[in-house]
């Protein structure tokens, strides 16, 4: 740790999401935010999600760390009454102005998700994040107290993340592994491009990472009151965010070690406890 970076890691954390959503879906090589074919109806969410979140219909659904919106509203476009919250102010204004493109209702609230405001309390049916989420937060134990504070009683989180055992991965042709598999301790670096489109220029950011272990993300959900139904790692995924990893002929992605296979993602579903009756 140098002295370049901030003591405040939220604060440089934040600058690179706002660059990030000012620049996302903006490119034409942009990976995974084209605007243009989400407003036509492109579905952004996966299966894992979709399997583990099941009918949503007439469902209050939070979505944390829902970036400028496109997941959160696709949610919207599934049947549930959504709110997105996200610490970017640049995200958040996005958020909204694509809601009004594609015709859809959902609310946006600009919080850092270790600090969610109390007017969430109890509102949700449905708390979900995905992808990339768990990595920026240096208080896991406040992220799923508030995850557990805004779920009704038999309310449900899902949770679907990039496994510690592959965030640990630099590289995988030569295999170079640089970052702990947990902890929590922060990891401080200088980000000059975005995984959505990495050729395009971007300025350098200093931000600060925070490496879960499967372990420490459990014990920090059962913690928080939740009680764990469902714990999934998965070898074989799709997600384009893996995109470190050889690609098969079918799109997936695998992650080779030996003769068998290292999870690439994790999924946790946890509930929050049923109302007691006198």
Not at 180 to 205: C, F, H, I, N, W
């Amino acid at each position: 740790m140098n002295g370049i970076f901030p003591a405040d890691g939220l604060a440089a954390n934040r600058a690179l999401w706002d660059a990030r959503a000012q620049a996302h879906g903006t490119t034409p090589n942009d990976l995974l935010y084209d605007v243009d074919s989400f407003l036509a109806g492109r579905q952004t969410l996966f299966g894992i999600e979709l399997e583990l979140a099941g009918d949503v219909t007439g469902q209050d659904v939070l979505h944390l760390q829902c970036h400028f919106g496109m997941d959160t509203l696709n949610w919207a476009r599934l049947g549930a009454r959504v709110t997105g919250v996200d610490f970017s102010s640049t995200a958040i204004v996005r958020a909204r102005e694509l809601a009004e493109l594609a015709g859809l209702t959902a609310d946006f609230v600009e919080a850092d998700t270790q600090n969610l405001p109390s007017s969430l309390a109890g509102r949700f049916d449905l708390v979900i994040a995905t992808y990339g989420v768990l990595c920026w937060i240096g208080d896991l134990d406040a992220w799923m107290r508030g995850a557990a504070m805004a779920l009704r009683p038999g309310g449900r989180l899902v949770l679907v993340d990039l496994h510690p055992a592959y965030q640990t991965l630099a590289s995988y042709e030569p295999l170079v592994a640089d970052w702990p598999y947990g902890g929590g301790q922060p990891q401080r670096e200088v980000v000059k491009s975005t995984y959505a489109d990495p050729d395009l220029p971007m300025t350098a950011q200093e931000v600060v990472q925070y490496p879960h272990s499967v372990g420490e993300i459990v014990t920090a959900a059962a913690g928080s009151g939740l009680i764990i139904d469902w714990l999934g790692e998965h070898t074989e995924v799709d997600f384009p965010g893996s995109r470190i990893l050889p690609e098969e002929p079918d799109g997936t992605r695998r992650f080779p070690f030996g003769d068998t296979y290292l999870p690439i993602l994790y999924s946790l579903r946890a509930r929050s406890p049923r109302a007691t009756t006198a």
